[in-house]
Structure formats: structure tokens, C-alpha cells
């Protein structure tokens, strides 16, 4: 079954930006599903419109069998979202913020005591519950807006950027927790995030999503595979003769110039890399560095879109700059 199912979806802003552009989309009952790409990249715009927090310019999307334009309040009753911005009131402590939230969903006073132990004790919170919640670690309070995402018992959470922010070890934990949930109540996940491992982590499959557009989607397992090898990645002065050089051999696969580096996909690579250098060295190219490695996620990402997420992310930062310089002058 079908959890979500977006068929042409797009959003466009004033001065003709275009932040989602015709995706075509479906999430099945169960599914964690990841949206992986830079900040900017429509990740979040694409959630806004599932969540009917944003209309969208044309397409449709039916999350819980219903259209969320037709009737975007019984799409609310089946859905959670934790947002990418924290939205917890500080001065409440964990337990009056979920008790909060499950007052505007109308339960009762029985069932919302009932659900908050239950939250508190799926994020292990239940220590922390009478304390207010400006004393909770970031990490904590992640956690908090999960519960509280959960109250209700929704079939469909939206996670937008759920670790954003957070160190490494945090991150896992939070990691951890969302495997939990998924498994304990068959949740729908739809996770946006730009963090590689995060996607690989969590997800059972991922749409790498850029400038709009969905560029890739499959199984992480199955993008990587798709790469057709190992990688291996040279740091050189001239990475356009290099990449011409590397297209010549036979076996390369795939190859991809990204910064001053030159990543080559190729069955058996590191049997290759002597052969690699040796035509690099007669040819007059300087190779500084040498790195083999399985394909990951952002060898994926670099394939599709020529850059790393990082880079992405700094020219989406340009975009967003040089739109507000426009938008001023008007």
C-alpha cells in the first residue's frame, strides 16, 4: 500500500524559482524513505506541500489515500512532522510540551497520560519528563520533538533534517531511535537530511534530490552498485587531461571531474591503480594523491550532479544571495 504518492508535483515562487520541479514520488506503508540533497534543493518545500503547510503550484499528492489540496485536515490527522527549526516552548517542561500538543489534537485526559508515558519511555525521556525543557541537551530535545511528533499516533512522520546541528555520537543516537519507532509501530519515515551516512544509515531507499529534481532513486545499496565498481579518486593539477586520459582505459566506467580531483569507477581498481599512475606519469600529469575506496552515497551524488554536497550546498547559498540582492533592488 501506498503511503504517499505524488504524481507531478511542483512548486514555484514569485520571480519565476522554481523550489520543486515535476517530481514523481511513492512511499510505501512501512518504508523509511530518505530525500537526500544539498540545502535549497526543494527537500523541505517537497515536505511543506506533503504536510499542506504549503500549496502546491500544480501536480498532486495523496499521502494517506487523500489529495492534500482537497482536504488538507484529514491529511493532518494522519500525518507527524518534526521540523527543521526546534518548536518546543522552553519553558515548559517535556511532559507539559507533549501534553500541550496532544490537547490540540483534542485527546482526552486518560489517553494522553497513557501516550506521553509511552513516548517518554520509546526516546528515554521518561527521567528528564519534569524538567523544563530549556535545560534538555540539543540532542534531548530532538528526541522530545520525535515524542511529540508520535503523540498522536500518526501513520505518516516527517522528519526534516532531524540531526541538523548535532554532533556525531548525538546523531547515532537519534539514528537509533528512529530505527526503533519504525519497527515498533510499522511507521511511515519520510526523512530529509544531507548528511550521507545519515541516508545510508536509516534509509530503504532515497531519491537524491537537486536543483528541484529527483536525480536518482533506488536502494542505497543499489545507487552504489550502480557505480560499477570501486572508485578511485586522483587529486591532480590537470583534472580535465586526467579525466581524458582515465576514459581512454579500458574497464573505466564512469568518471567524474569534481574540484581539482578526478574520480574513476572501474572493476578490480585496485589492480588498476599501478597501470592508472604509470599513464598519468607518461602522459606529463603530476598525481599528488591516491585514494581507493567502495562507492558511497557522494560518489552517487557527484556522478549526478558533478559536485559534492558541500559544493551544492555553497552555490545554493550564492542562489539564496544573489535572489534577496534582487528582491532589495525591487
Known sequence: MKAIDVRNLRKEFSGGIKAVDGINLQVYEGEIFGLLGPNGAGKTTTIRMLATMTRPTSGQAMVC????????????????????????????????????????????????????????????????????????????????????????????????????????????????????????????????????????????????VDHGKILALDKPSKLKESMGGDVITLKVKNSGKMADLAKSMEGAKRVKVHDSSVSVSMANAGTRIPELLKAAEKAGIDVESVDLHKPTLEDVFIHYTGKTIREQETSAGDRFRQRARAMGRR
Not at 78 to 85: K, P, R
Not at 132 to 143: F, Q, T
Not at 145 to 153: P, Q, S, T, V, W
Not at 200 to 205: K, S
Request: hydrophobic share 35%; proline share 3%.
Open 65 to 208: 489515500g487523500t489529495d492534500v489540496t482537497k482536504d488538507p485536515d484529514k491529511v493532518r490527522r494522519c500525518i507527524g512532522i518534526v521540523f527543521q527549526d526546534p518548536a518546543l516552548d522552553d519553558q515548559l517542561t517535556g511532559r507539559e510540551n507533549l501534553d500541550f500538543h496532544a490537547r490540540m489534537y483534542g485527546m482526552k485526559r486518560e489517553e494522553r497520560g497513557e501516550r506521553i508515558k509511552e513516548v517518554l519511555e520509546l526516546v528515554e525521556l521518561s527521567e528528564r519528563a519534569n524538567d523544563l525543557a530549556e535545560k534538555y541537551s540539543g540532542g534531548m530535545k530532538r528526541r522530545l520533538e520525535i515524542a511529540r511528533g508520535l503523540m498522536h499516533r500518526p501513520r505518516v512522520l516527517f522528519l526534516d533534517e532531524p540531526t541538523l546541528g548535532l554532533d556525531a555520537q548525538t546523531r547515532r543516537v537519534i539514528w537509533e531511535h528512529i530505527r526503533k519507532l519504525n519497527e515498533k509501530y510499522r511507521i511511515t519515515i519520510i526523512l530529509t537530511t544531507h548528511y550521507m551516512e545519515e541516508a545510508d544509515f536509516l534509509c530503504g531507499r532515497v531519491a537524491i
